[in-house]
């Protein structure tokens, strides 16, 4: 394993320097610049200390990489579910993205359409309103996004989301943390 290579790519992730990286665990840009290029070897002490800075865990660290980690889904990997009774289809664009960082999903509603109103959660989402319009509702107020919109909110509130045209609205919804 190269430790080395990891902690640069951490680092460098993170849009820190190597003497950045030094002033947050007390080691020099020297120090930081050996490891990187494995000449030199953290004791576990400076190794759990550049883990903390660098946001990550001895865990995620050691994990090895995901082979063969599928980057293109076609129709056919996608999952598709309808609603009759609030008038929305779903489709996940991505297969188990539940488990994921992110969730993208392709929501279509049919006039009067509606999707249920969801608990205040850590997740933030993202909408791109594809077709028509959709309502917005977050706490006690209502947005409306049109065609060619964009939306970002976090979901600290209750909130909800609702066809607000006559017709077919379609949606992009991009959310962290599964809550669909």
Not at 11 to 22: C, D, N, P, S, Y
Not at 101 to 130: D, N, Q, R, Y
Not at 164 to 177: D, N, S
Request: hydrophobic fraction near 35%; glycine fraction near 6%.
């Amino acid at each position: 394993m190269e430790i080395g290579s990891k902690i640069k790519r951490l680092r460098l992730k993170k849009g820190l320097t190597q003497e950045e990286l030094g002033e947050r665990t007390d080691l020099t840009k020297g120090h930081i610049s050996q490891l990187e290029r494995d000449l030199n070897s953290p004791s576990i002490e400076t190794l759990f200390a550049l883990l903390e800075v660098l946001g990550t865990t001895p865990k995620e660290f050691f994990d090895e990489p995901k082979k063969n980690v599928k980057i293109v889904y076609s129709p056919d990997d996608q999952t598709i579910y309808t609603n009759e009774e609030m008038k929305y289809s779903i489709r996940w664009l991505v297969p188990r993205s539940n488990e994921n960082e992110m969730e993208p999903v392709h929501i279509c509603f049919h006039e009067k359409g509606e999707f249920k109103k969801f608990e205040p959660s850590l997740s933030e989402t993202f909408i791109f309103v594809l077709k028509g319009k959709v309502a917005i509702e977050i706490g006690d107020t209502t947005y409306i996004a049109a065609k060619g919109d964009a939306a970002y909110y976090d979901a600290s509130e209750h909130h909800r989301l609702s066809n607000a045209h006559k017709g077919m609205t379609e949606i992009l919804l991009v959310a962290t943390e599964s809550y669909l």
